[in-house]
């Protein structure tokens, strides 16, 4: 779908206005859980930061590749008591933007993370606990943002988990992230990485 509408957007006549290839960073909250298997999950308030860019392909259509730490996890009520579970990645999302506006654009992708830490604040050992997850998940991002000129920008996401967070060879669960989250972040702007998009001929 993102080829296609790449070719589409090449194909219409688009302003001879120069376009920024723009670097930055982002950071913000997180809504996160989990869905599927595991009935007594509720969510945690956790963060993310890292590195933003955003490259031009057209005058309203942008690719946006991102480095982020994500931090997420989820909550288990275990004999009356609510034990914090922490799930730490690593993430690269590629997100495909149109500007609808000069400013508002809306925003899907797709986001590739690795697994770098597992904790259960209520348990010592967490070795045990770290090898009953997956060391990938796949997710699809849906969202919308708002840029202003200067760079400021702010962003609202919603990642729907695809794949099954949980080794099953060592569980037999099926269990998936469900992430929303709100970030602001900053993309500088110089004369020398710009990129002039001409009209087609």
């Not at 770098?116 to 967490?126: F, G, I, L, M, Q």
């Amino acid at each position: 779908m993102i080829i296609c509408f790449v070719l589409s957007s090449h194909a219409q006549k688009i302003d001879e206005d120069p376009q920024y290839a723009r670097a930055g960073f982002k950071g913000g909250v997180s809504y996160t859980g989990i869905t599927g298997d595991l009935d007594n999950a509720g969510s945690r308030i956790r963060v993310h930061l890292g590195a933003v860019v955003e490259y031009p392909i057209s005058s309203t259509f942008f690719i946006q590749g991102e480095l982020l730490y994500s931090a997420q996890g989820y909550t288990v009520d275990i004999e009356n008591m609510e034990q914090k579970i922490s799930l730490n990645y690593l993430s690269l999302p590629i997100i495909a933007k149109y500007y609808v506006t000069e400013q508002i654009s809306i925003e899907s992708g797709p986001q590739f993370s690795t697994l770098s830490t597992v904790r259960n604040e209520d348990v010592a050992d967490n070795d045990d606990f770290f090898n009953s997850f997956s060391n990938f998940d796949f997710s699809w991002g849906f969202g919308a943002g708002y840029k202003l000129e200067s760079g400021l920008f702010f962003q609202l996401r919603y990642n729907l988990g695809l794949s099954n967070i949980n080794d099953t060879a060592v569980f037999d669960v099926t269990n998936r992230n469900s992430i929303g989250q709100l970030s602001i972040g900053y993309l500088f702007k110089t004369k020398n990485n710009r990129r002039i998009i001409r009209q087609e001929e």
